[in-house]
Each structure stands twice: as C-alpha cells, then as structure tokens.
C-alpha cells in the first residue's frame, strides 16, 4: 500500500544541502514572513531582461532543484536568504520557483507546505492564468499564499488568498466539466497555450506537485504532449476527472496511489 504523504519532508526537488544551511540560520519561524523572504530573492524573466540581466544568466529559470536555485542566488550575492537581493543579484524563475523556493523554505522549517499548479483569476479581469503558489498548513486548514504578490495590490489578503481566487489544474478542471468556466479564459499569459489542454496539463503537474513533486511550467510527460496536441479522447479527460476528484477528497494516501500509476507518475529522467 502507497504510504501517505509527509509535508512538513522535502521532496526529491525541494532538498536544501547542508553546504546551504549557513545561510538559512536567520530564516523566520513564521510562514508568511518564510514566503516573504521569497519574494526578494526571485526575479521573473520579463523583469529581468528590462533590468539588464546578461542573457546567459536566464538559464536559471530552467532549474527544477531548489538547491541549484539557491546555488545561484548565492553565486550573486552569498549574504543570507533574508538580506533582500537588488533586481540584478535575485535568481530568475517564474511564479513557480516564487512557489516552489517558499514550499523548501517552509518544510526546511518544519512547516507542512506544499506547492500548487493551476491558474490566477486575479491577473487578467475574467480569465485564469497560468500560476502557481504556495500552501501551508494552519489550524487545521490549508492557508494559500501567493509569494510574487506579497504587499501587492492584485488581491485584499496575498498571504490568505480567498476562494476563487486560485483555482488548482483539477478545480479549474471540474468547474470547465460542469460548465461553470469556459475553458478558452484559461490559459498562458502571452501565448497561444489556452484551452481544456491546458487545464488538463496543470491538473497533471497539480498532482506531482501535491506528491511533492514540483515540476517546471512546461514539463510534459505521459499522455500530456498527445494532449495539447488534441489527440486524446474521451478515456484522458475521465483519467484527469479522476485526478480532480482525487485532488479534491485531500486524501494523502489516495493522492500518492492514484500518482503511482500509469501516465502519471513523472519519469526519473525529469528529477535534476
């Protein structure tokens, strides 16, 4: 039988190195100050490239590891995580290293924490946009925290995010199934990437993700690929129903056996 699912453990990518421990000896005991540390030390491409970061550095926003995320950070500037770093010394990542940086960050404090794949309806008035953030454990719930926005405006509470205002790929997924989204709102800012395939993949890297599995945006395994190229049918979308639902129940055991099976389970190749 599948064991259940430790949250408060690193994962195979979210493992810090002793080497790294020296500089986490200040990081706060509190999650959301834990997430707000985060926010100074990443950087997004777009806003990199206007602050005239060299373009051999953008490789950064391809590593999965948190530990060759923080490699780099400290390659910049090797002064603890919680000094915030000028825009040209932060590491470069998308909304998932912001998630997936916090997630390490929170467990390597002990906190049970676990990233999320699925789509902001707070970037784009009437659409879901591609997103990840991050969730720790609280009296007995699951707090959503969004670590690019903290002390932003786009939402009233960035450390408590509301319902609604993240959906994961499988909630996203049952709201399209019962016809209470159009899929064609969901999707990647800035490209073509909109529809039921992209749902079906966020639903996908979701379930990685809550096995503590944190893959990049455009990672795709199994059946994804086939996917987004409209050649699946009728047995994929009732296998991501079955995610959804699965996703849905909270349930550690049944999430880590319905990961463990066929098409699902991300390939060892993947894990560097």
């Known amino acids: 039988m599948t064991g259940a699912i430790d949250y408060a453990v690193a ?8 080497l790294h421990e020296p500089v986490l000896e200040s990081l ?5 100050e834990i997430c707000r540390v985060v926010h100074d030390l990443v950087i997004q491409p777009t806003d ?6 060299p373009a051999e550095r953008f490789v950064e926003n391809q590593h999965r590891p948190v530990d060759k995320l923080i490699g780099a950070l400290l390659a910049l500037d090797p002064a603890p995580v919680t000094v915030p770093r000028a825009s040209d010394r932060r590491v470069i990542g998308t909304c998932r290293h912001f998630a997936v940086l916090s997630c390490a960050l929170l467990r390597y404090r002990g906190i049970a924490a676990r990233a999320r794949c699925g ?6 008035a009437g659409q879901g946009v591609d997103h990840w953030i991050t969730e720790y454990r609280h009296d ?21 995010l509301a319902a609604g205002e993240f959906l994961t790929g499988g909630e996203a ?6 016809g209470r989204v159009d899929a064609k709102d969901f999707g990647v800012y800035g490209t073509d990437n909109w529809g039921p395939a992209e749902i079906r ?14 893959m990049l945006p455009w990672d795709e395994w199994g059946r994804m690929e086939a996917s987004y190229k409209g050649e699946t049918g009728p047995d994929y979308d009732e296998l991501i ?6 996703c849905a129940t909270d349930d550690p055991r049944a999430i880590a056996s319905l990961y463990a099976s066929e098409d699902l389970a991300v390939p060892t190749a993947l894990l560097r």
Request: hydrophobic fraction near 40%; charged fraction near 25%.
């Open 201 to 214: 993949g966020n639903a996908v890297r979701d379930l990685a993700a809550v096995n503590r599995v944190e």
């Open 28 to 32: 706060p005991s509190d999650p959301v």
């Open 48 to 53: 990199a490239k206007s602050s005239g970061v």
């Open 173 to 178: 997924w049952m709201a399209f199934r019962d």
């Open 119 to 124: 789509f902001a309806t707070y970037v784009q």
């Open 241 to 246: 129903d079955t995610i959804a639902a699965t």
């Open 11 to 18: 994962g195979p990518l979210t493992r810090i190195d002793g």
């Open 140 to 160: 007995g719930r699951w707090v959503r925290i969004d670590s690019e926005i903290l002390d932003g405006c786009l939402v009233a509470k960035p450390e408590d």
